[in-house]
């Protein structure tokens, strides 16, 4: 801090340097590299490429660990590309941890009281969310995977194999993201579905882990926004890239 006050002219106002002393540099940081729609992605602008997304504040960002670079800001499903290998660290991460998110389990507990009656097949519930609108897309709902249908939904487990089930038998239900949390009892959009945990006909997880089906239909960014995480499962993953990140900064040092 005494750096900062010295390179201030002997002319500025007190209060001025009061307001300096009492900002945060993370304040600054965080007005000029977070997405605007998602406050927990930072963007990195590289000298000749375009902006790298990552949800680590650190630079220079570690190319491996970063969700994907973008033309835009804030990024498009057209201008975004995504990291194959962060993508791969995402899905490790939910199938690790997603038994334990207090959502999830709400899922799970919903299942086992309902039967999965309510929900429809493959249907799945969030707490604390509100319901949103239902986005305009050309498409029919039902082609989509909108509703409590498993057509054309491409999420794998849930709906390819009966979703929700019903009448104390075993069945799936989906992890989202919430960037978009469907209505109560609706199945999220295909590209919202990250997978699939296995459960019982009493709503436990089959092996007590669910046995994580990875749906092949999830995108980073759509128009509704990018990677909303359950801040549970975002803790963990941004935990997980935080040990990573320092490997790679202690062999590279």
């Given at each position: ?9 002997p ?24 997405l ?22 650190t ?95 491409g ?14 038998r ?54 509704d ?29």
């Open positions: 801090m005494a750096t900062v006050l010295a390179s201030v002219r002319g500025l106002p007190f209060q001025c340097i009061r307001l300096i002393s009492r900002t945060s540099p993370n304040t600054f940081r965080r007005a000029i590299s977070t605007p729609n998602n406050e927990h992605i930072y963007i990195h602008e590289q000298p000749s490429k375009p902006y790298m997304l990552s949800l680590l504040p630079t220079p960002p570690t190319p491996s660990l970063a969700i994907g670079t973008t033309t835009k800001i804030p990024p498009t499903p057209e201008s975004l590309v995504e990291n194959a290998e962060f993508m791969q660290l995402l899905h490790h991460v939910i199938a690790e941890h997603a038994p334990n998110d207090p959502e999830v389990q709400a899922q799970a507990a919903m299942y086992a009281s309902q039967s999965g009656s309510s929900l429809g097949s493959g249907g799945g519930f969030f707490p604390h969310q509100r319901q949103k609108q239902k986005r305009r897309r050309s498409g029919s709902e039902a082609g989509l995977g909108g509703g409590g249908g498993t057509g054309g939904d999420a794998g487990g849930a709906s390819a194999q009966g979703g929700m089930g019903g009448a104390g075993g069945g799936y239900i989906h992890v989202s993201d919430q960037r978009n949390p469907p209505d109560f009892g609706r199945v999220a959009w295909p590209e919202d579905i990250f997978g699939s945990l296995e459960l019982t006909g009493t709503g436990k997880f089959v092996d007590g882990t669910g046995r994580y089906q990875q749906a092949g239909s999830y995108r980073v960014v759509t128009n926004g990018i990677l909303g995480l359950s801040p549970f499962l975002r803790e963990k993953l941004v935990g997980r890239l935080r040990e990573l990140d320092a490997q790679v900064r202690g062999n590279t040092s």
